[in-house]
């Protein structure tokens, strides 16, 4: 935040004594107007967020302790047993085991692939806007509709991929049937929809980086690889770590696609592909109307987000640091003798 | 070969500057034109894209029972495809118009007022000084961290007190303005407006609303475009809020798209072709602003 700091207004209307009393009057209007202006614009999202956000939040808290159905509304207080009950749940392991499973066949792969679009893209390429657009289209489809889409393609009778696979003499895969088949089908979903959104986000921090660097690269012999590896990942790190921890949150709450992968909702017939976000909301609004033990979930769930996110945090500024990223002393020296060959070409 | 200047000289200043980028290519810099398989590469890219919307077209066109049989019954849709939206827009599960009219609605008023709260707001943070200013900047931001499952189930509690389970308000109050949206323009105001502008419209006796409006808005049109643009994309897509507030008889769009997919006979060509009418607006909207929409990505992204 820069820190120059204006001309209070009031001051250049202070100058001027009040003759009469309406300038006076109106004076006062104008200094209180300064004064409480600015908590005025700013209350619309603290009201809002206090009466959907934080209210919510700890009311979940409360929620979470009792007995609490949806018809009956609150019951007796109950301790931890929501907890428990939800621990002593066989769903609840599988949804946290399918949860995993998806964010990470989800995330790792598309963070890779992004960086690799982004890499394409980050080329004095011929109507640019036009390949941004194309990465960027599947964003703007639903992601009910990329399921619904998903769901037939990957269809256990008569799908696409099905089809394709036996048709170069592969087995046939049972999507709805093998846990992980299913996880790998919700995955593509997901990384349908976001791969080319977190591209253009790794362009953006492509295209800051120095010029001069990759010169400086070729003239020391560095292939296209190479230069990618030492020069691009290094020099977009903190952007690696922003995709990553979003990517993080957007993959453990998933929902929409694991809900509409199958007609009945229910995450497979042996709960193969229920995310805690089903779970969350087949517990509280769909079978069960059990609200106390969705609020636990739901607790439960922010605290697995939060654990991940940190962890998450830590091992990607491990990772990009401890790289063979050049030093800073390095990427100078790189930059002098690059200076060197074209003054002397 | 005649050096630079000498082309500025006789062939002017856009000669020269192409000159220069061409003598630059041979060094293997920035400005070379990359190599036609990267071109073939991101064309792949971009039709693996195009393939599910083209799949929900051909499976929308197709005849329910042949799609049971073969996973693609043929390569091209037809205009069967049309009979398959009339059937959908007829639908008795629910009322498709309804439906359309809903999401609308929803999308509208949530980008309105987010944009003109997330303004206001940024406004505020970037341009006003108050005390607290940085602290409360800095809450906003903290907002974004925290999952929205977290509060769902005392907000439903909430909603229905107030005996608004079914209704729109339900979906559209707890999202009238955002912490991402507030953020957004506090960054863009921060650098788009000058304090010059603010002060000369104060020394003229302008009221710190009107110096909002006739000032500070101008000044946040592109920023305000974008986010109205991306609301308008969350909110048309929007599937788990609405799903727990709205019912079967007063559904968004997506809600609808899945009711059909509820019928003792799944019509996978009857669903996709709602799928594809849910997706065509949003496909119209990034036809005319989806260049907008890549900018607004990339840019909030080298601030963000």
New interface residues.
């Given amino acids: ?2 820190v ?6 009031e001051d ?2 202070d100058p001027l004594p009040p003759k009469t009393r309406r300038v006076g009057f109106s004076q006062t209007l ?1 200094r209180w ?3 409480v ?3 005025l ?2 209350s ?3 009201i ?2 206090l ?3 934080l ?3 700890l ?2 808290g ?2 979470s302790v009792h007995q609490w159905q949806m018809l009956q509304g609150q019951g007796d207080f109950v301790g931890f047993k929501n907890f428990t009950d939800v621990f002593g749940q066989p769903d609840f392991w599988k949804s946290l085991r399918n949860t995993f499973s998806i964010f990470l066949l989800s995330s790792i792969p598309q963070v890779i692939a992004a960086i690799l ?1 982004a890499a ?2 980050d ?4 109507a640019k ?1 036009f ?16 399921g ?3 769901g ?2 990957f ?1 256990d ?4 991929i ?3 696979l036996t048709a170069i003499g592969l087995p046939a895969v049972q999507w709805h049937v093998s846990p992980l088949a299913s996880h790998f089908a919700i995955a593509t979903m997901v990384n ?1 929809r976001w791969t ?2 977190n591209a ?6 492509m ?2 980086v120095p ?1 001069e660097l ?2 400086a690269a ?1 003239i020391d012999g560095a292939g296209r690889v190479r230069q990618f590896f030492s020069v691009t990942i290094p020099q977009i790190r903190a ?1 690696v770590i ?1 995709i990553v921890i979003t990517s993080t ?1 957007g993959g ?2 998933i ?2 696609e694991p ?2 992968f199958d ?1 009945t909702g229910q995450g497979g017939a042996s709960r193969q592909w229920l995310t805690m ?1 089903l779970y ?2 087949n517990t ?2 769909s079978g069960q109307y059990n ?1 106390g033990r ?2 636990a979930i ?2 439960l ?2 605290l697995l ?1 939060l654990a991940i ?1 940190m962890v998450n945090f830590f091992v990607t500024q491990r990772i990009a640091t401890g790289s063979g990223a050049p030093s800073k002393r390095e990427i100078k020296a790189a930059k002098q003798r690059y200076d060197a060959q074209r003054k002397s ?1 | 070969m005649s050096s630079i200047p000498a082309i500025q000289q006789s062939a002017g200043k856009g000669a020269a500057r192409a000159a220069a980028r061409r003598a630059n290519r041979k ?8 190599h036609v398989v ?2 073939v ?2 064309a792949l ?2 039709l693996i ?2 393939l ?2 083209y ?2 077209l051909v ?1 929308g066109s197709s005849d329910p029972v042949a ?6 019954p043929q390569l091209f849709p037809d205009l069967s495809i049309f009979d398959k939206f009339k059937e959908v827009v007829n639908a008795q599960s629910f009322s498709f118009w309804q439906a359309v009219w809903n999401s609308v609605i929803i999308a509208v008023v949530v980008s309105a007022s987010t944009v003109m ?2 303004t ?2 940024g ?3 970037a ?4 005390p607290g ?2 602290g ?1 900047l800095v809450f ?1 931001i903290a ?1 974004m ?14 909603m229905s007190k107030l005996g608004w389970i079914g209704h729109l308000q339900a979906v559209i ?2 999202s ?4 991402f949206g ?1 953020f957004w323009m506090t960054q863009y105001l ?1 650098e788009a407006l000058p ?1 010059e502008l ?2 000369a419209a ?2 003229d006796g302008a ?3 009107r110096t ?1 409006w006739a000032i500070a808005l101008p000044a946040a049109r592109p920023a305000a475009a974008m986010l109205a643009l991306f609301t308008f ?1 969350a909110q ?2 929007n ?2 809020w609405p ?2 507030v709205l019912n079967n008889q007063n559904p968004t769009l ?1 809600l609808a ?2 009711l059909l ?2 019928n003792y006979f ?1 019509d ?1 060509s009857l ?2 072709a709602g ?1 594809f009418l ?2 065509l607006p ?2 119209v ?2 036809a005319f602003a ?2 907008q ?2 900018a607004g ?6 601030k ?1």
């Fill in positions: 935040m820069p120059k700091s204006p001309v209070a207004p250049e209307l104008s107007d300064v004064k202006s600015p908590y614009y700013i619309p999202f603290f809002l967020f009466i959907t956000g209210f919510p939040i009311y979940t409360y929620v679009i394409l893209l080329q004095n390429l011929r806007t390949w941004r657009m194309g990465v960027l289209l599947p964003y703007v489809v639903a992601p009910v509709a990329v619904l889409i998903f037939r393609l269809a009778q008569s799908g696409l099905n089809s394709w349908f080319g959104y253009l986000i790794f362009l953006a921090a295209q800051a010029r990759y010169e070729i952007t922003f949150i453990l709450q929902f929409d809900r509409v007609s976000t969350l909301y509280g609004w609200l969705a609020a739901a607790w769930l922010f987000i996110g070409a | 060094v293997g810099g920035y400005d070379r034109r990359p990267i071109y590469l991101l890219v971009v894209g195009l599910p919307l799949y929900t499976i799609i049971a049989q073969k996973a693609l709260f997330s206001l707001a406004f505020a943070f341009k006003l000084r108050f200013r940085r409360l906003v907002t961290a925290v999952p929205t499952q977290l509060g769902v189930v005392p907000l439903y509690i909430v109050v707890p009238l303005v955002g912490a507030v921060e304090y603010i002060e104060r020394v009221s710190m609303f909002f994309v048309w897509v599937f788990f799903s727990i997506p798209v899945r997919q509820q799944v996978y669903i996709m799928v849910m997706t949003l496909l909207l990034f989806g260049r929409l890549v990505i990339m840019a909030g992204a080298v963000g």
